[in-house]
């Protein structure tokens, strides 16, 4: 079981980003992606899971195994902690929420409504809703936004349990969470000006 990107070229808003962008990920392996805001990792990400079709390129391995925390939570305020994790569990036909809670701390929020919780803790409910999908690649952007300390290491442990039972990891952070990972630097993809050129030519 193997995730690979076979020289991958991106946009973003229609405009070349990053070019030629290649790697893979095999069970129990996690990948950083790291580079300069504004590089293209978002997109990258969003290319990966489906959300954006590539300018060219292969993808995978992706089809239907790919679970994605991106900026937003993707929370239903009116639901309870708990009714937030069972209605993603069921949207993935996967099985019960309590190792999610009990991995991201969230026992004591069980019964609260997500719209009453704090940044912090709509942080590690979203990110928790990955453990009740049932999918083994994680793709995370920026997944730290909002978290303190002790919550970075539930999740750096939820990570590395993940890889453990043989799952995979994409993720974009600038934060070291101490995880067995490989390092992309996708500064030296980015789209030739060229590219660029060439794309805002066809449109004067």
Request: net charge negative.
């Amino acid at each position: 079981m193997t995730l690979t990107i076979s020289d991958l070229s991106i946009a973003r808003g229609g405009v070349p980003v990053l070019e030629h962008v290649s790697f893979s990920l095999s069970e129990g392996e996690a990948l950083i992606l790291r580079g300069p805001n504004g590089v293209g990792k978002t997109t990258l990400l969003r290319t990966i899971t489906g959300l954006q079709p590539a300018l060219e390129g292969q993808i995978d391995g992706a089809e239907d195994r790919i679970a994605y925390a991106g900026h937003a939570d993707g929370l239903k305020p009116t639901l309870t902690v708990a009714e937030n994790l069972q209605f993603w569990a069921q949207v993935f036909g996967a099985g019960g929420i309590d190792a999610a809670i009990e991995a991201y701390d969230l026992g004591a929020l069980r019964d609260r409504p997500a719209g009453a919780l704090s940044a912090g803790q709509k942080r590690r409910l979203g990110l928790s809703r990955l453990m009740v999908t049932g999918r083994p690649i994680w793709v995370f952007d920026e997944p730290t936004v909002s978290l303190d300390v002790n919550a970075v290491a539930m999740f750096a442990d939820a990570v590395r349990g993940h890889l453990e039972r043989g799952g995979m990891a994409l993720m974009a952070t600038h934060i070291d969470l101490g995880i067995e990972a490989q390092v992309l630097d996708l500064s030296p993809f980015r789209a030739a000006p060229d590219a660029v050129d060439a794309f805002e030519d066809a449109f004067l």
